[in-house]
Nanobody
């Protein structure tokens, strides 16, 4: 089964930066789409950013111009560079991946979540 392991969360002051990483491992043939979601206290989980294997990206309006999603297709790793962080960015961030495993069967996996706290 494909596993996603996240890292890079932590406590940062407003205006600061963090970079999240999410590495997919297991029996993988291809990772087609990788996404970052977040869930803030009292809020629904929302899609933050997504990236295709070919490098096409999309972002929720609240993070455009501040966050950048990227991926390393050799390492099957997705990154989220977060700049100019605001208190409202505080949430648990989850990565998500779609693709084909080594038996050419579709998979859909979630990371364990990593806490990002933006506070003075």
């Amino acid at each position: 089964q494909v596993q996603l392991v996240e890292s890079g969360g932590g406590l940062v002051q407003p205006g600061g930066s963090l970079r999240l990483s999410c590495a997919a491992s297991g029996s993988i043939y291809s990772v087609t789409v990788m996404d970052w979601y977040r869930q803030a206290p009292g809020k629904q989980r929302e899609l933050v950013a997504g990236i295709t294997k070919g490098g096409s990206t999309d972002y929720v309006d609240a993070v455009k111009g501040r966050f950048t999603i990227s991926r390393d297709n050799v390492k099957n790793t997705v990154y989220l560079q977060m700049n100019s962080l605001k208190p409202e960015d505080t949430a648990v961030y989850y990565c998500n991946a779609h693709g084909l495993d080594s038996d050419y069967r579709p998979f859909h996996s979630w990371g364990q979540g990593t806490q990002v706290t933006v506070s003075s």
